[in-house]
């Protein structure tokens, strides 16, 4: 058998139905859009080895056109249809590297342009329609340090750092008020800090601690003479978990997390 190549190569076409374009809640003033389409993404991955060294990279494209798409979503300021089209482009990189047998260090980036927050960030929910106008930005970032200083026990360090950036604001909306740049544009950061102690063969318990800071970076409004920048908030949380390892391919994991 040959050696295994690195890189691969895809790309995958579909046609699509669309009963809720916008995902309007189906009301006089907002009711439900349709249309059918098509999608096609191509993509590209990277995979090296070298031991102790694992780098990895991928991109993934994707083109959404829709048929009939005439609408803008509501609140916009500009007039005109809106566009047939959607396109997203997803970059994600990843750097694990073991020291020797003690320490280890993981890296890893994902930049994301694109018109739906579900890509952005899955956790958005609106009453506003998903689709957003505009090349909508979301970079996640993190790196984690791995030390194993007893024969069962190690100790994970974390930094993650999240930057979300939407084009849409308060000059692109109605009044110039709840654009979704006031709403959503922010840096998360996030610390933690877990030890682990594996108490038996396929049993391991663990405590950890998180410290998450959200810093709201919009100044447009969220409300009249309100920005959306008053609400950075601080965060901490503890957390308690064990897990069973049942067989090769099967974990139970449980938590307890106190905020």
């Known amino acids: 058998m040959g050696q295994q190549k690195p890189w691969a ?26 249309t059918w389409g098509f999608d096609i993404s191509p993509s590209a991955s990277y995979n090296l080895n070298r031991g102790q060294t694992v780098l990895g990279a991928s ?12 609408h803008l979503a509501p609140g916009q300021s500009r007039k005109g249809k809106g566009p047939r089209d959607d396109q997203s482009h997803q970059l994600n990189l990843k750097l694990s590297h073991a020291f020797n047998t003690r320490f280890s260090l993981d890296v890893k980036d994902s930049f994301v342009i694109a018109q739906e927050p579900a890509i952005i ?22 790196v984690q340090f791995t030390a194993a200083l007893l024969e069962h026990f190690n100790v994970v360090l974390g930094y993650a750092n999240t930057i979300y950036d ?6 692109d909306v109605i009044g110039g008020i709840g654009s979704r740049s006031a709403v959503l544009d922010r840096m998360e950061h996030q610390i933690n800090i877990d030890g682990n102690y594996q108490i038996l063969p396929k049993t391991t318990l ?3 601690y998180t410290f998450l800071y959200t810093d709201y970076t919009s100044s447009d409004p969220i409300a009249v003479g309100i920005p959306g920048s008053v609400r950075d908030s601080k965060a901490h949380a503890v957390t308690i978990g064990a897990k069973q390892q049942i067989n090769p391919q099967f974990v139970v994991p449980a938590k307890l997390v106190w905020k």
Not at 60 to 69: I, P, S, T, V
Not at 121 to 137: F, K, L, Y
């Open 206 to 208: 663990s405590l950890g």
């Open 166 to 171: 939407y084009q849409q604001d308060a000059g």
């Open 121 to 142: 960030d899955p956790s958005i929910s609106t009453t506003v329609p998903a689709r957003s106008e505009g090349d909508n930005i979301r970079n996640q970032a993190g």
């Open 59 to 70: 991109y993934l494209y994707d083109f959404r056109w829709y048929a009939d798409r005439p």
């Open 9 to 34: 190569v895809g790309a995958a076409l579909r046609g699509f139905y669309d009963d809720n374009y916008y995902t309007y809640p189906g009301t006089a003033a907002l009711p439900r859009l349709h």
